[in-house]
Every structure is written in C-alpha cells, then in structure tokens.
C-alpha cells in the first residue's frame, strides 16, 4: 500500500476521522478522501487475502 493508502485508513480507522477531517488534514477534497478511503480498504483487502 502507498503511504497515502495508509495514513487515510489510518486517519479513518485508528483516529476515527471523518472524511471532511481527512480532507483537510491530507489537503484534498472530501470526495477523494472518500475515493482513497474505499480504494485503500480494496487494496488492503488485497494484500491480507494473499496471507
């Protein structure tokens, strides 16, 4: 995963930010913090399944 992958699930998930926070912390628009967010969870979902 891409370091920006990780600091939105991690802005998400473990700091339990809203996308509107994520948005202004990471300096994007809330809708691409929507769209990285899923994107990152597919992509994680990815890895762990090849564990």
């Excluded at 994007?28 to 967010?37: D, E, G, V």
Aim: glycine fraction near 2%; hydrophobic fraction near 45%.
């Amino acid at each position: 995963m891409s370091e920006m992958d990780r600091e939105v699930v991690a802005l998400r998930h473990f700091e339990e930010l809203t996308n509107q926070e994520v948005a202004m912390e990471l300096g994007i628009t809330p809708k691409a913090a929507s769209i990285r967010y899923v994107r990152a969870l597919e992509r994680l979902r990815s890895v762990l399944e090849k564990i």
